[in-house]
């Protein structure tokens, strides 16, 4: 196995362990994140979100649940497949969802990390009716981006007091 792919599955084992501070060790100082919910997070506010994951993660009933696969990388970029399975804490629906993961590399460490899925399909599993019906429309999801950017701001805000 590559090092970068034995260092992608460092982080989804600590993912899986909700071992955010093993996790963001994967991540080079100038880490680049970005999914449809944050998408463009530069180092601390990326690394700043993987804590905010783990530690709401960690006070769900039932169990946060990481499952990842088909990891795969070379000297310069690698990807992985995997899926969350937990509870939608706003609305207490479950969530199943579906992710790739590409990443870049640059001396051994992860300068770039994208994740795709379909922010339609998660917000009809989110937030229910109005989500499969308005999930796709702009306003929504741009609703969805604003909260969770509030929701990380409030929370790296709280870990610097």
């Known amino acids: 196995m590559h090092p970068n792919a034995e260092s992608i599955t460092r982080f989804y084992t600590a993912f899986a362990q909700l071992d955010a501070e093993r ?14 919910v944050f998408p463009d997070l530069q180092g601390d506010r990326a690394r700043g979100m993987w804590r905010m994951l783990a530690t709401r993660a960690k006070a769900m009933n039932p169990p946060f649940r990481v499952e990842f696969r088909d990891v795969d990388a070379d000297a310069t970029s690698g990807r992985a497949h995997w899926e969350a399975y937990y509870t939608f804490s706003v609305t207490g629906r479950s969530i199943h969802n579906v992710i790739d993961a ?60």
């Open 23 to 36: 996790m963001v060790a994967e991540y080079a100082p100038e880490v680049h994140f970005a999914d449809p």
């Open 102 to 161: 590409a990443f870049r590399f640059r001396d051994g460490k992860n300068v770039d990390h994208k994740d795709t899925f379909d922010l339609w399909r998660w917000a009809g599993m989110a937030l229910g009716a109005k989500g499969k019906l308005l999930g796709w429309a702009p306003f929504v999801q741009g609703a969805i981006r604003k909260t969770a950017r509030k929701g990380l701001d409030e929370f790296m805000a709280q870990a610097k007091a």
